[in-house]
């Protein structure tokens, strides 16, 4: 009776416990519910915001690899050429006539009598060699001359008297041709006795160097004892170098397309760089009449006359020959494209487009080119085009030059172009 009362009031105490839960459980549902909520919308707000960021960061790289792959350029308007029609071409000056000496007999310098600046006249003596070799081998040759001198002396007694002999018929005809052949070839022996002496002779005179022409000593390459040889076999080098510095050779290569123009007895104006404000007057004197065909070139011989002394051989000068370059344009020598097709200028349109255009040249002046023809005056050239470019490339001209802009100026002004497009961009 007692255990149903107990187990009854357990009951409702554990009821009483769950009914007093339930709004507390409520509750926490709902926390949890908004919690959920709020955290789906800061990862969806987080995902748009790194939806919206990547979009704007494609955009952008793609507006900077665009800005990028622009192709800026500096470009000079071409210049024309020197209204007096002239043409300045590098030469090096020679002497009038130049003259290596070399010994031709062997032996050892015994003395030398002129240095190098000396002014000598032809024929004046320069160095003695010794020659005891040629010594020794003429006297043996003067000797062998006196031997067949008496040899013949000797045929001809006997043939002499064959023919006496002969003429008694004491003698046969067989016996007379004998003696006189003998004679004959002593004649010839002592002819060729004769011709060593002299040649012997002749080179034992050579011991004596002396001076072929007039001029003045440029080189001297022996000294007190040095072994020579004959000729210059074994020697590398001449004993002495003459030249005649009044008057002057220039040798010049004129354009093919300027050779028309020159004409002997041209007068043409050569100036040296160590002496400005200074003209010397030259004369064309003499023309290959043939057009070099690796160069392209005429070969002109111009005569310097140099009575002062002013001017000296193997000097370095310009020469400036009256020619007919009217019309003709200058662009800087950086500016040209070496293609298979031929020489090529990059010159950029008006709608800024690339075009190749092919082009003559008419003279390599260093730093300049002058066009025979293939540009006009208007045509804006890139300086220093890359190997890349190509007909019909978009570029951005940037820092325009005046015609006939250095191509220092130009590359410089190029790079800064590409580095400020590169910080636009950064």
């Known amino acids: ?100 000496i070399y ?30 070799e040629i010594d020794q081998e003429l006297a043996q040759a003067q000797a062998q001359r006196d031997q067949s001198a008496s040899t013949l002396s000797l045929a001809k007694t006997s043939f002499e008297r064959a023919q006496q002999l002969r003429q008694r018929d004491a003698v046969s005809q067989q016996e007379l041709d004998d003696r006189q052949g003998a004679y004959n070839q002593d004649v010839a022996n002592l002819a060729a006795a004769d011709a060593n002496v002299r040649r012997l ?65 041209q007068h043409v104006s050569v100036t040296q760089q160590e002496m400005p404000g200074v003209t010397f007057d030259g004369t064309v004197t003499h023309t290959s009449q043939a057009i070099d065909v690796a160069t392209r070139t005429l070969q002109v011989e111009i005569t310097l006359p140099n009575h002062d002394g002013k001017l000296l051989p193997g000097a370095y000068v310009q020469a400036a020959l009256q020619t007919d370059s009217h019309g003709r344009l200058t662009v800087p020598g950086n500016a040209l494209l070496f293609r298979a097709e031929g020489p090529r200028l990059a010159v950029v349109d008006a709608d800024g487009k690339i075009r190749l255009k092919p082009v003559e040249i008419a003279q390599d002046l260093g730093q300049t080119l002058e066009i025979g023809r293939g540009i006009e005056p208007t045509d804006r050239v890139v300086l220093n085009p890359s190997d890349s470019i190509a007909d019909g490339d978009s570029v951005v001209v940037v820092a325009p030059h005046a015609g006939g802009a250095s191509g220092a100026s130009g590359a410089s002004g190029t790079s800064g172009a590409n580095d400020s497009a590169k910080r636009s961009t950064t």
């Open 201 to 265: 002779q002749q080179t034992k005179s050579f011991q004596r160097i002396v001076a072929p022409i007039t001029g003045v000593i440029t080189q001297r390459n022996v000294d007190i004892g040095d072994l020579v040889n004959s000729g210059n076999g074994g020697a590398g080098h001449a004993l002495f170098a003459i030249a005649q510095s009044d008057p002057l050779r220039l040798y010049l290569d004129v354009p093919q397309s300027d050779a028309p123009h020159v004409a002997l007895g």
């Open 103 to 132: 010994s031709r007999a062997s032996g050892y310098v015994l003395k030398w009598y002129a240095d190098i600046g000396a002014h000598v006249q032809q024929g004046q003596l320069l160095a003695e060699i010794d020659t005891p």
């Open 1 to 100: 009776m007692n255990e149903p009362h107990h187990h009854s009031s357990l009951d409702i105490a554990v009821g009483g416990e769950q009914g007093m839960d339930l709004p507390a459980r409520g509750q926490a549902g709902k926390r949890a519910r908004i919690a959920v909520i709020v955290v789906g919308v800061l990862l969806a707000a987080g995902a748009a915001r790194t939806i919206v960021s990547n979009v704007m960061n494609a955009h952008h790289l793609a507006d900077v690899t665009k800005q990028n792959a622009q192709q800026y350029v500096s470009v000079v308007l071409p210049k024309a050429a020197g209204a007096d029609g002239r043409i300045v071409l590098p030469g090096t000056l020679r002497g009038y006539v130049e003259a290596p």
